[in-house]
């Protein structure tokens, strides 16, 4: 059964850049994985960010972009503001389906 | 405007059934796959099934695969989800979600909470 892993937790300062990172147990993470990142806020539904890696919505702000790095999927947030303290998913393509990272907590402080 | 409107509430006892509808406008129905994701609280997102709605092929998560059914109506661009032997650890948010063919996951549904207690 293939296990997402996020980051936790992270914490970035207002104005600052964070990445966050998305591995799979089978490997590294490819394009063909179709990652997609949301970012969900308490008592609402998920908002999707990113589609297929790298893909922005029209509605996705400008500072948010995905990539791979390392092996992994990666969002990156530039340029944070205090609204985008949120938990922020990661979704993978598997041969077990859809499977969902654990999430990350990111406080801006 | 694309919408995903899901029915109300639930509160079910324990080993009850619960049925969830999520009925779409706003764009052609069957161009898109529709799935079913639940948050328990304090708990990730779990992704628990996908249906095609212009074929009714589906795929359930192997976690929900003896007690879960997606369904669809095409007449009411609707799908459905039923989930059967309800327990306590049952007790989450339960959306659908819309993709586009090929991984582009893009508009949710509002979310049902359904509570299971005795």
Known sequence: QTVVTQEPSLTVSP????????AS????????????????????????LIYSTSNKHSWTPARF?????????????????PEDEAD?????????????????????L | QVQLVQSGAEVKKPGASVKVS???????????????????PGQRL??????FTDSGDIRYSQRFQDRITITRDTSASTTYM???????????????????????WDYWGQGTLVIVSS
């Open chain 1, 15 to 22: 104005g600052g850049t964070v990445t966050l990172t998305c």
């Open chain 1, 25 to 48: 147990s089978t490997g590294p993470v490819t394009t063909g994985y179709h990652t997609n990142w949301f970012q969900k806020k308490p008592g609402q539904a998920p908002r999707t």
């Open chain 1, 65 to 81: 972009s995905g990539s791979l790095l390392g092996g992994k999927s990666a969002l990156t947030l530039s340029g944070v503001r």
């Open chain 1, 88 to 108: 922020y998913y990661c979704l993978l393509y598997s041969s077990d389906g859809w499977v969902f990272g654990g999430g990350t907590k990111l406080t801006v």
């Open chain 2, 22 to 40: 999520c009925e779409a406008s706003g764009y052609s129905f069957t161009s898109y796959v529709l799935h079913w994701v639940r948050q328990a």
């Open chain 2, 46 to 51: 779990e992704w628990m099934g996908w249906i």
């Open chain 2, 82 to 104: 039923e989930l059967r032997s309800l327990r306590s650890e049952d007790t989450a948010l339960y959306f659908c979600a819309r993709e586009k063919m090929g991984g582009a």
